[in-house]
């Protein structure tokens, strides 16, 4: 079952901007980008039935012309989801920042505790033959988001290793 990442990763190479708002992290500008894809090519609103009615390579240049025709449409749902990354990004950061300037020794410590209790039950299950496998790896799952989130995505962030263009030149 596809969702509107898919199709936009799908028709990204065709027609860019359209791709972009379709992939984008904000819902509401996926979900509209997506009714005015379907309307054009006269599918159901949902995922799967774009992607189908994108097979044809003819439909791709059909969603250029699209994208040709409401590009100012398009480029202001794709700033707007620019503009809630960036809010968000900014939220995330406010709250480091305000855990570390706290004088509670539990804000200040909260995720290094979570990380290590969480570190100790993937190693616990690893060792437990009584944890179904299925669970194991859910829980290997979740622990590579939280570790690239914890070791990789925040420092690299906070060292300014990793600088966020968000669009703007």
């Given at each position: 079952?596809?969702?509107?990442?898919?199709?936009?990763?799908?028709?990204?190479?065709?027609?860019?901007?359209?791709?972009?708002?379709?992939?984008?992290?904000?819902?509401?500008?996926?979900?509209?980008?997506?009714?005015?894809?379907?309307?054009?090519?006269?599918?159901?609103?949902?995922?799967?039935?774009?992607?189908?009615?994108?097979?044809?390579?003819?439909?791709?240049?059909?969603?250029?012309?699209?994208?040709?025709?409401?590009?100012?449409?398009?480029?202001?749902?794709?700033?707007?989801?620019?503009?809630?990354?960036?809010?968000?990004?900014?939220?995330?950061?406010?709250?480091?920042?305000?855990?570390?300037?706290?004088?509670?020794?539990?804000?200040?410590?909260?995720?290094?505790?979570?990380?290590?209790?969480?570190t100790a039950a993937i190693?616990?299950?690893?060792?437990?033959?009584?944890?179904?496998?299925?669970?194991?790896?859910?829980?290997?799952?979740?622990?590579?988001?939280?570790?690239?989130?914890?070791?990789?995505?925040?420092?690299?962030?906070?060292?300014?290793?990793?600088?966020?263009?968000?669009?703007?030149?």
């Amino acid at each position: 079952m596809a969702d509107w990442k898919d199709v936009g990763r799908f028709i990204a190479g065709a027609a860019p901007i359209l791709g972009g708002a379709l992939g984008g992290p904000m819902g509401a500008v996926a979900g509209a980008a997506g009714q005015l894809v379907a309307s054009f090519l006269g599918v159901e609103p949902e995922p799967d039935a774009v992607l189908a009615a994108t097979a044809d390579p003819q439909t791709l240049l059909r969603l250029r012309e699209l994208e040709d025709r409401q590009r100012e449409r398009l480029l202001d749902w794709r700033t707007r989801q620019l503009d809630a990354e960036e809010r968000q990004e900014a939220e995330r950061t406010r709250r480091h920042q305000a855990d570390m300037a706290s004088d509670s020794v539990l804000a200040k410590n909260v995720r290094p505790l979570c990380l290590l209790v969480f570190t100790a039950a993937i190693v616990g299950g690893t060792f437990m033959s009584e944890v179904p496998m299925e669970k194991l790896g859910a829980l290997t799952d979740l622990g590579y988001g939280i570790y690239g989130y914890y070791f990789i995505g925040r420092s690299a962030f906070d060292k300014g290793a990793v600088r966020m263009n968000w669009g703007k030149r």
